[in-house]
């Protein structure tokens, strides 16, 4: 069974990233992007579904743990009836490369360890051929995936998992790696273990200083801001929702989806947190993202995508899965892809603007981006929607949508008149008092003395105005 979400902590290199439980198992891991097949996969169900898990031997006494200031590396520190070690995880930086890092070291007394590993691919489905190699360590192999275990000590194997024993004492230190490639290549070569970790401590550490963290809070701002940055993708841009699938909204529910894409309202408000903390280079990447990404007639926008920008993102059920506590189904891919949300003109055209703000310049490009998704809005803003609650039910004229987009006219607006754009934008101001006067007429209930979440008659039978590019 899985440990509880909360005692989770994530490990990643921004391309992807991995779960490690207070007990020191990883149970969850994609390689090489988040939205990639796992090898690791018991978070969502039994162990035999994928783990690799490191833990003492002796009868744990305590549990505590950290991540290094400024950084991804996260350090577990047991305390056991013999005496204490600590389990120090990451993963390289090093570009091009998939690896999970782990360490483990003496503090007091003498401590004996056991390492499982237990590689599953295909979400647990495939269970590897395990083969040492002449160099003693070990590789695992299914389809389209492999892996690669280095490790100090003997390991043997014994279904499919490879077991390996060992003690530390204080001073002493073990190294262990596990580097995923492809299948068909030749085996990569494994890391110089210490030398990785302290390579990415450094870039992590590099990242982070230039956020002075202010007042009592900041430790914890910090730490936000790192998880944000770790689902950011490096390469595109892109960032991602989530690091996982079918996490359920309620335990033993339905509502269990994969969040490991790049939804347009979620990164906006990334961009929001990392921009007022100083992060602006992230902001300009997206910014880049986006324009690639949603290249093409306004109407084709979709509110995901993959992280490099794809389009097609199928759903489907991964039946042999019995879900985090039985929570089912377990899905792979969105078939939210095909939705149309509204409100995520609002938050695309609001960051866009609050960017160019903090001097962030648009383009040309850029500016006729903006400037087509704003014509689009202001003729498709009365139509129904399917929400920002991504209900599945049919569309509606939900009240949050018509608001949002009112902030896209707005912003629209601003653009023009803070930066010297250029626009209609006498007819962006008849359309943003249009959704403003429906709002306020069909979308409150005097009755409930509030705005309601969708209102039948919202103006039904209304065109917009007409508005056309200039």
Not at 46 to 57: D, E, T, V
Not at 197 to 224: D, F, H, T, V
Not at 243 to 272: K, Q, V
């Amino acid at each position: 069974m899985a440990s509880r979400i909360e005692d989770y902590a994530l490990i990643g290199n921004r391309m992807t990233g991995a779960l490690v439980s207070r007990n020191g198992s990883i149970d969850w891991f994609a390689a090489p992007r988040f939205d990639s097949r796992a090898c690791f996969a018991a978070l969502l169900g039994i162990p035999q579904n994928g783990f690799w898990k490191m833990y003492p031997a002796d009868e744990v006494k305590r549990v505590e743990r950290r991540y290094r200031h400024g950084t991804l590396i996260l350090e577990t520190e047991f305390t056991t009836s013999t005496g204490r070690a600590v389990l120090t995880d990451c993963t390289s930086l090093e570009s091009g490369r998939t690896d999970i890092l782990r360490t483990v070291r003496g503090l007091e007394g003498t401590v004996s360890w056991r390492s499982d590993l237990c590689p599953r691919f295909e979400y647990g489905s495939a269970t590897p051929w395990i083969d040492r190699l002449e160099d003693g360590r070990y590789t695992a192999t299914a389809g389209a995936d492999r892996v690669v275990f280095a490790g100090g000590r003997e390991t043997c194997e014994r279904d499919a998992t490879l077991i390996t024993n060992l003690s530390v004492s204080a001073g002493e230190e073990e190294t262990f790696s596990l580097t995923w490639a492809e299948s068909w290549q030749k085996p990569p070569g494994s890391p110089a273990v210490h030398d990785a970790l302290e390579m990415a401590s450094e870039q992590w550490r590099r990242w982070s200083c230039r956020y002075k963290a202010p007042g009592s809070y900041g430790e914890a701002i910090l730490r936000s801001l790192i998880t944000l940055q770790a689902l950011t993708n490096p390469q595109t841009g892109g960032i991602v929702a989530a690091g996982t699938t079918s996490l359920p909204e309620e335990i033993g529910g339905e509502r269990n989806w994969d969040y490991r894409y790049c939804w347009l309202r979620d990164a906006t408000f990334t961009l929001y947190a990392l921009m007022h903390a100083g992060f602006e280079d992230e902001a300009r990447s997206w910014r880049e993202w986006l324009l690639r990404t949603i290249a093409g007639e306004p109407d084709e926008m979709q509110i995901l995508y993959g992280v490099n920008g794809e389009r097609r993102l199928t759903e489907n059920e991964a039946r042999w899965l019995s879900g985090y506590e039985e929570s089912r189904p377990v899905r792979l891919g969105n078939a939210a892809s095909g939705q149309r949300q509204l409100d995520v003109y609002g938050e695309v055209l609001d960051l866009l603007y609050q960017a160019e703000r903090r001097q962030l310049k648009a383009s040309a490009e850029a500016w006729h981006m903006e400037l087509a998704l704003a014509n689009h809005v202001a003729n498709i803003w009365n139509e129904p929607d399917d929400g920002i609650w991504e209900v599945r039910g049919g569309r509606r004229q939900f009240t949050h949508s018509k608001v949002m987009t009112w902030v896209a006219m707005d912003r629209a607006i601003r653009s023009v008149e803070d930066f010297g754009h250029k626009g209609p934008v006498e007819q962006w101001r008849k359309v943003r008092d249009q959704i403003h006067s429906e709002v306020c007429e069909q979308g409150f209930s005097r009755k409930e003395r509030a705005f309601v979440q969708y209102a039948p008659r919202f103006i039904l039978g209304k065109a917009a105005l007409p508005v056309h590019a200039v």
